[in-house]
């Protein structure tokens, strides 16, 4: 075995152009391989370590009667909830946690308005949105329950906007203006941004962007205030608001997300019970024109749902497995001419007593080689396909990034495609008649 080993690493040195040749289309299948692979791995990746196995997203349609014969199922997932749904459901649970959730861009300004801070993404909020979706505070707290039901004017800042208003990231106790009233800071977030942001989609933007959230606040208290809140909503046919960013007709509109923390099936299953049942209430009493249908998604679910994955992706990762099937056929090809052309080598060794598995071996592991060769050498291209990806104007662009568990990856696939295409050369060079070869001496 050692010296079928010796023998297979000593024959990478012969015939130098071939083999280069095969390590280099190697390379190139590889690392087209990789870096969609790269890619796909951080789109598909948890967004929330953790986390996300216990929350999920529950809706009930409340909608207006459908007219015409247009599909309901067609287009994005619904889930948007009016006020009164959303309190009324979570009343009804109040042993599981739950908020509800509507993201946002607000304009504050310190107390004296000497310094601003335009068009910060945010977040307003029923319930316990930060202990929920763990959003890490520097310092301070978050509200209390007490607080939310007195509409009291509190707000959490990002540590950037902490900065840029008070050039502190400690301004717990300070006061921002957001619309017409002033808030009172009582805690400091970390750097947080789970990518992407799916607790609150707004349509065609699945939140890839890299911005972090940098305000949470009570949403009732943000009502109150006349603060703009630029978002999806669904509002029905004689709303007051329309389309006005100040003000929200909560008896008319659908406007806020409903998650649920649930960490048994016991209670997933009870939950989405108490939807049907909710639904079915209200359908009952006229408030719901629609026949009682609910949804409850788990995170993995709803990011499927929204395919916040873009085909393309999944297409381009196609096309590279292509591109490396094409490579393995022309390396194989390679290989075989390799081995034709050291016949006699091969026959001189069969006649001085070397059996067919020791040349098997020794042929396998020049092609074992190549592979792992090509899988170095398709690092730094995997690398630079990533960099021209994160040139892309895509939102996901910025994700394109590889992660060192993923070189394990790529050496195994290196090793991997080394064997599968080495075993048709390696084999029939072991097939080849020792007597006819030697005579060619």
Request: overall charge positive.
């Amino acid at each position: 075995m050692n010296y079928a080993l010796e023998t297979g690493l000593r024959g990478l040195r012969r015939h130098p152009r071939t083999m280069v040749l095969s390590i280099l289309t190697l390379a190139l299948g590889l690392a087209s391989v990789m870096t969609m692979l790269s890619l796909l791995a951080m789109l598909s990746a948890d967004p929330l370590p953790g986390l996300s196995q216990q929350l999920y997203l529950g809706w009930v349609d409340s909608r207006e009667a459908a007219k015409g014969t247009a599909d309901p199922s067609a287009g994005d997932p619904e889930y948007l909830w009016k006020t009164r749904d959303v309190e009324a459901l979570i009343a009804a649970r109040p042993q599981i946690r739950q908020t509800a959730v509507v993201s946002s861009f607000f304009n504050l300004a310190s107390a004296d308005g000497r310094k601003t801070a335009d068009s910060v993404n945010g977040i307003a909020a029923i319930g316990p949105f930060g202990a929920m979706f763990g959003a890490p505070l520097l310092h301070g707290r978050f509200w209390t329950p007490r607080e939310e039901r007195s509409r009291a004017r509190v707000i959490v800042l990002g540590r950037k906007t902490s900065l840029r208003l008070f050039d502190t990231e400690d301004a717990v106790g300070r006061q921002v203006r957001l619309g017409q009233d002033l808030f009172q800071v009582i805690g400091v977030l970390a750097p947080w941004q789970p990518r992407p942001r799916f607790y609150f989609m707004q349509p065609g933007n699945p939140g890839w962007s890299a911005v972090g959230e940098e305000v949470l606040v009570p949403a009732q208290a943000v009502l109150e205030a006349k603060t703009p809140l630029i978002s999806e909503r669904s509002c029905d046919q004689g709303a007051t608001d329309g389309y006005q960013f100040n003000s929200v007709d909560q008896n008319a509109c659908r406007w806020l997300a409903l998650w649920a923390e649930l960490q048994t099936p016991h209670q997933v299953q009870d939950y989405r019970t108490a939807l049907l049942h909710y639904a079915q209430d209200r359908h009952a009493a006229g408030a719901f024109p629609r026949p009682a249908h609910t949804d409850l998604y788990s995170v993995q679910d709803w990011l499927e749902a929204n395919r916040v994955v873009p085909p393309d992706v999944r297409l381009n990762l196609w096309l590279a497995l292509g591109l490396l099937a094409l490579c393995l056929v022309n390396v194989a090809g390679l290989l075989a001419a390799r081995f034709l052309g050291r016949s006699t080598e091969l026959g001189v060794r069969r006649v001085l007593g070397a059996p067919r598995r020791a040349i098997f071996i020794a042929c396998l592991v020049e092609s074992s080689a190549a592979g792992l060769l090509g899988g170095v050498l398709a690092l730094p291209l995997t690398l630079g396909g990533l960099w021209l990806v994160r040139q892309q104007a895509q939102q996901y662009a910025s994700m394109a990034q590889f992660k060192p568990g993923l070189f394990a990856v790529l050496v195994l696939l290196a090793l991997c495609t080394g064997i599968v295409v080495g075993l048709v050369p390696a084999w029939r060079a072991t097939r080849m008649q020792p007597a006819l070869q030697v005579k060619t001496l």
